[in-house]
């Protein structure tokens, strides 16, 4: 069984308070006990291995009261592991409902480096700043999940254009258009960072591909059929993932 892995932000004292979402997983859906090993990973690539501490006086029974005091966790050993060398950037529109939260997770658990909910001419659902908070949430769940040690970014509310302005190294956008370079050959010309778009289910508008066009964005073919957002973006993150 593997230790069960738990998400820290600090990880610098030789023994830290889990927060209340950690600890409550702690102590209801692991059903850990005092002494128990745990792992803890910042998101930033620190993790560190260690104990739970769980108070003598604060019986299980108390776990859900108000008073319960949050277990904390016993470093023993610490370690650091590097940013993965290739970046994968995806800026999409927002799809609808609970697709939204699978797109984050498993563009997680694929390895993408940062995920931008931006706005197109043709958007229909609008994702603010203040719900990143929320998305990331997902991340970290996603991340305990598959082993990862780095969160992606994640980020709301932009413009697709003003983002395709800024890309560092090679920058594409889906498109329909059978005459665009298809995914596995534009594979070849991914550089080490990579920013991918992928527009609403309208598509994106004629201004934007103009637009993109004169920034140097090539436009990639994902194949026949028509994807959904999160479908194109699952496509493009396997890819790459599987390019190394």
Known sequence: MNTPRLYCQDLSPDAVTLDENEARRAARSLRLSDGDPVT?????????????????????????????????????????????????????????????????????????????????????????????????????EACKQCGRDWLPAIECGSSAITVAEDAAGSCFVADLNPDATPLSR????????????????????????????SRGVRTVNLGATTLRIETAAISIAAVWANSV
Request: aromatic residues 6%.
């Open 40 to 140: 803890l990973f910042d998101g930033r690539g620190g993790v560190a291995s260690g104990r739970l501490q769980i108070s003598e006086d604060d019986p299980p029974a108390r776990r859900s009261s108000e008073r319960w005091r949050p277990p904390s966790v016993r470093i023993e050993q610490r370690s650091f592991v590097e940013a993965p060398p290739r970046r994968l950037i995806l800026v999409t529109a927002a799809p609808k409902g609970d697709r939204l939260r699978w797109m984050v997770e498993k563009c997680t658990e694929l390895g993408v480096n940062a995920l931008i909910l931006a706005e197109f001419e043709r958007s229909v659902v609008h994702v603010r700043a203040n719900q990143a908070a929320k998305l990331r949430r997902y991340a970290i």
């Open 186 to 213: 534009a594979l070849g010309t991914w550089d080490d960072d990579t920013t991918f778009l992928i527009g609403p289910e309208g598509g994106i508008s004629p201004a934007e591909r103009d637009a993109l066009s």
